[in-house]
C-alpha cells in the first residue's frame, strides 16, 4: 500500500469520524442522547460497523459530541462571570444555563454528566467549576449571595430543571423560568432564612453525574 494510499484512508477515517459527531450532535439536540446508534449511523451515511470502529461505545461519541457542543456552554459561563456586578452575573448564570438546558435536549443531558474517561472534557468541566465556584465567592464577598450556598447547589439546580424539561408539555418554557426565579430568590441573604442541610460533597456529586453509558 503506497503512502498516498494510506493517507487517503486516514483522511476517509477522520471524515467519516466527523460525520458521525456532526449526526449524533443534530440528533441529540432533538432527542437528548438515547437515539438509537443505527439512527446516528443512519443520518452519518455510514454503517453501524463503522460507527463502532470510530466509536466503540456510546459514552465515546457523546463526550465527543459534547466537546465539539461545549463552546455553546462556555459562552454563557464566560458571560456570567464577566459581570461587574456578582448578582447580576449570578442571574445570568442560572437563567442562561436552564435556557439552555431548554433549548437543546442533548445539552440538557450533558451538563448533568461527567466523562471522567475522556481527559480534555472532564479538564474543561473542572475549569467551568472552578469559574462558578470564583463568581459564587465573590458574591458571597459582596454579600448578595447567602453564605452556605456552594457549587453543589448549581448542579442540584441543573439536575432539578433536566426533570422539569424531561417532560414534553406546552408550560415547559414557563416552568423552567419560574424554577429559576424561584432558585434565584432562595439564594438571596436573609436574617429569617434557615441554615441549609449540608451540601453534597464535590466527590458525590461526581459519582452521581458518572455516564451511565458504557
Do not use: H
Not at 443520518?43 to 463502532?52: M, P
Not at 424554577?179 to 434557615?194: C, G, K, T
Amino acid at each position: 500500500m503506497t503512502r498516498r494510499t494510506v493517507s487517503a484512508l486516514r483522511a476517509d477515517a477522520q471524515q467519516n469520524r466527523q460525520r458521525i459527531i456532526d449526526a449524533a450532535s443534530k440528533l441529540f439536540k432533538r432527542a437528548g442522547i438515547d437515539v438509537p446508534l443505527e439512527d446516528i449511523a443512519r443520518e452519518a451515511g455510514v454503517g453501524i460497523a463503522t460507527l463502532y470502529r470510530r466509536f466503540p461505545n456510546r459514552s465515546e461519541l457523546t463526550a465527543a459530541a459534547f466537546a465539539q457542543q461545549a463552546s455553546v456552554y462556555v459562552d454563557v459561563i464566560d458571560a456570567a462571570t464577566a459581570e461587574p456586578n456578582p448578582w447580576e452575573g449570578l442571574c445570568r448564570l442560572v437563567n442562561g444555563l436552564c435556557e439552555l438546558q431548554a433549548s437543546d435536549a442533548g445539552l440538557r443531558q450533558f451538563v448533568t454528566m461527567t466523562f471522567p474517561d475522556v481527559p480534555e472534557v472532564q479538564e474543561m468541566v473542572d475549569s467551568i467549576e472552578s469559574k462558578i465556584e470564583s463568581l459564587l465567592d465573590r458574591a458571597k464577598y459582596a454579600g448578595s449571595l447567602r453564605p452556605d450556598a456552594t457549587t453543589a447547589d448549581i448542579v442540584l439546580m441543573l439536575l432539578g430543571n433536566n426533570g422539569i424539561l424531561g417532560r414534553s408539555w406546552p408550560q415547559a418554557e414557563v416552568a423552567w423560568r419560574r424554577y429559576a426565579a424561584l432558585f434565584l430568590d432562595s439564594l438571596r441573604p436573609s436574617l429569617e432564612s434557615a441554615p441549609l442541610p449540608p451540601a453534597p460533597s464535590p466527590d458525590t456529586i461526581r459519582e452521581a453525574l458518572k455516564n451511565p453509558y458504557t
